[in-house]
């Protein structure tokens, strides 16, 4: 099965609208071309010209829903469809003028072609004018989709099923026995937040690949650079003591000296957030890498290890509202802050089933506040931008989308809120559910750009993504407490058990707990390094001490 | 439809219209051409989604597909079936502040 939403995929015609292809092919909807009129809100409308109302020829009625023949333009009412169908043979199939969607008289329904949607969507993109980066415009480059290699999938899901039989054999052996690359770090002063980001690092797939391959070898670091201070030295020096086999908690305060080095203004024994730690750590690496490299890509096409496994963009589509021209302006991001939704906004779970507005649901969902950030944001009046095509200021409407996706997904939830006014912060406690498999198809720009233009069938650029859309959770950093004495921990999930690492605590934890805890930051990595991770783990060798882990408490 | 006392009969249907236009059709003529309408129909839009009307909507459909089976629905059935329900819920406040909108408008056009 082919990777991709597959209401997307042709539905049969009618025999009606067959037949009509057949004798017309594409001449019709390419005259019909000429009379569609588009709005700025990506909507579509068939005008007859010099009509400023459009009657029904049978009955002269204006009301409801009006078709209009494809082959004579006769205009007919929702009652007088059949009347013209019978009078005029062949002439079955119309298109319904307020929406610009086929209709078959016949059949008394909605049909649907691709190359009708084509025909529809081409006026829309040609009367958008482009901007600057040609490209880069919505839809541009009408592309096929293409089909992943699924039998490559298969394959891979086949060998899995015997790798967990191995994995579950030797559980039995040796139950107590953690996998390989649990080791608590001990708190060196509330350095809980640092913690619990390493943790988090420690098992992001790509990540943990790399050092453990040697990807930064201290040696030859040493010998090339005259820079003393190296946080990637540092990371892989917690790796290989993470990963030695000893349980005992180990203390990262190199690591942490060194960090403090880089970001000087956060060196301090006060707590810090979290996420901005993540940041500058992602910061610290790439900074040494592009130094030892000596090339300056800008970050979206960087080869450092931090923003190979970080790094997707995202996309900001700003359009004008008198005029519908949208400026696309593509900025590269290594995780995405989610504001949380609140009980304002209408949430759906991903079959798109809707919950309803109406009543109380005082659930936040990760998928919501996903919602949240790629609707369509109406710009207030006091926030109006510059349409390069009036040449004015207009009032606009702002839309997210994510245009391509990282291997590890790391999403950031607003939980502390500084308001400048009143020289306040404060953090946000609200509960937010979040799932542990995620499908980031309806986030990306393809489908949201699709969605803007009503359901068309339409190929938009960006849908042959090589990268699939299906995220496992791995790892999520919680926080409990207030802002100013609050404590992380993260948990972790290894093929698929959680762990609970609490500074130099680990124990295995039941899922219903990791639930219920309060999500601070979340990472997600793509499905097949998931499963390939918890593969290697399980093919990784036990530790020679065999060791039963008890969680002992370093010291601090 | 109101027929002023001495009016001559309303002609069959079909032939061209040489008679006076109602006052529906005025109304909505003058919308139209002033580009009002479809403003009043972005916003009605807009109102329905907030209120969570096109949510109940779709609910509705996708009972009836249901109950019905997806191959033996036509989108004439959806709309026979949920245009009255559609009507009846539409809560009060979104009518009358479309109502004030084309009044005001009438009002301006008027002048």
Redesign the interface.
Known sequence: MSTGNPSYTNPKPCKHLADYKLRHGLTGYRSLQKLFKT?P?GRTSVEKPNT??P?CN???G?QG?LYFCLICSTVSC?DHTLLHNQSENGHDVAVDMERAEL?CCV????VYDPDFDKAVMSKHIMGIPRDKNGDESIGERLVKRRRLGSGVVEEELVDLSKSKQLVSMRDRRAKSCYPLGLRGLTNLGSTCFMNSVLQALLHAPPFRNYFLSDGHNRETCRKRSVDRLCLPCDIDAIFSAVFSGDRAPYSPAQFLYSWWQYSANLANYEQQDAHEFFISVLDGIHEKESKLSNRNRDNGDCLCIAHKVFSGQLRSDVTCMTCGFTSTTDEPCVDISLDLDTNNF?PKNIANK?I???ENSSISTLLGCLDLFTRQEKLGSDQKLHCRNCQEMRDSVKQMSIKRLPLVLCLHIKRFEHSPVRRMSRKIDRHLHFPFSLDMTPYLSSSIVRNRFGNRIFAFEGDESDISTEFEIFAVVTHSGTLESGHYVTYLRLSDQWYKCDDAWITEVDEGLVRASQCYVMFYVQKMLYHKANEDLSCLPISPRRDTFLPIAGCC | MRKSVNRPPTPD??EN?EKEPSVR?IV??KL??SGEK?RLM?LLRERLIEC?WK??M??LCRAFVKKKGRNNV???DL?HVITPKGRASIPDSIKAELLQRIRTFLVSAAL
Do not use: H, L, W
Not at chain 1, 107 to 110: I, V
């Open positions: 709005t809100n400023t109302m009657r049978s009955c002269n204006f829903r929702s209709y059949c008394c329904d909605q209408s809707p309803k507005s109406n | 249907a079909g219209q059709e909505n003529i139209i051409e479809e972005e969570g949510d109940e779709k609910a036509t989108v004439d709309i």
